[in-house]
């Protein structure tokens, strides 16, 4: 594909459920970056992987968390037990060096009832 | 916790007019990036600025890193309703991540 894509691009969740959020990067980038972003607010930093490894995860807001990134290629983030706050736009970036430009996915809209 | 503040937060003007908009941070940063985001889009480069002192212009844009390195403007002149959008600073310091700012909201009415 041209550029990031992510889905689902809506996903509604009640509280206490999983979800898992899909990001494919553009082909041949390595570095991939995941931002939770609050509505008009600038997007935070959650996570960042070089290939398959997970090199800063600071950015994580709890251990109901996680993000992977197997093959060095498509990543997911899971969140666990979802909770209202959770409700946000996570959008996942990729580069094709860890200080090229990051290019941006259309985010997922994250609702949690 | 945000480390660039960017002011104003909500900007709604006519088309035809000028605007700044401006960021600023207690922090030096090796870099500062503008981004614009439409809605249901994620942001989208328009800018790098990596000396301090550096004016750059894209068309009706002009953009300036200061001094210091630790604040930035972003100046619209003659604002189309296609210039709507949310406006964002970002910085790049010791690691690779993206430290955002905290957003400006352009409203350009016909």
């Known amino acids: 594909g041209a550029g990031v894509s992510q889905s689902p691009r809506y996903k509604v969740a009640k509280r206490g459920q999983d979800v898992a959020l899909r990001c494919d990067p553009i082909s041949g980038h390595v570095s991939l970056f995941w931002y939770q972003q609050a509505l008009g607010q600038g997007p935070e930093f959650l996570t960042y992987f070089q290939n398959e490894a997970q090199l800063d995860k600071s950015g994580l807001p709890s251990d109901r968390f996680f993000a992977e990134r197997p093959e060095g290629s498509v990543s997911t983030l899971k969140i666990q037990r979802t909770q209202q706050e959770d409700s946000a736009v996570y959008l996942c970036a990729s580069s094709f060096g860890p200080r090229e430009t990051q290019y941006f996915g259309p985010g997922t809209r994250l609702l949690v009832l | 916790t945000q480390l660039l503040e960017q002011s104003p937060q909500f900007l709604s003007i006519q088309e035809g007019e000028n605007l700044t908009v401006y960021c600023n941070s207690s922090s030096v940063f090796s870099s500062l990036q503008w981004y614009r985001q439409e809605p249901g889009e994620g942001p989208v480069l328009l800018v790098t600025?990596?000396?301090?002192?550096e004016v750059k212009k894209l068309k009706r844009l002009t953009f300036q890193f200061g001094d210091a390195r630790k604040d930035s403007s972003l100046h619209i002149t003659a604002a189309q309703p296609g210039d709507t959008g949310l406006y964002l600073c970002a910085g790049k310091g010791a690691t690779n991540k993206l430290i955002f700012g905290t957003g400006t909201l352009l409203a350009v009415q016909p």
């Open positions: 600025v990596v000396t301090g002192g």
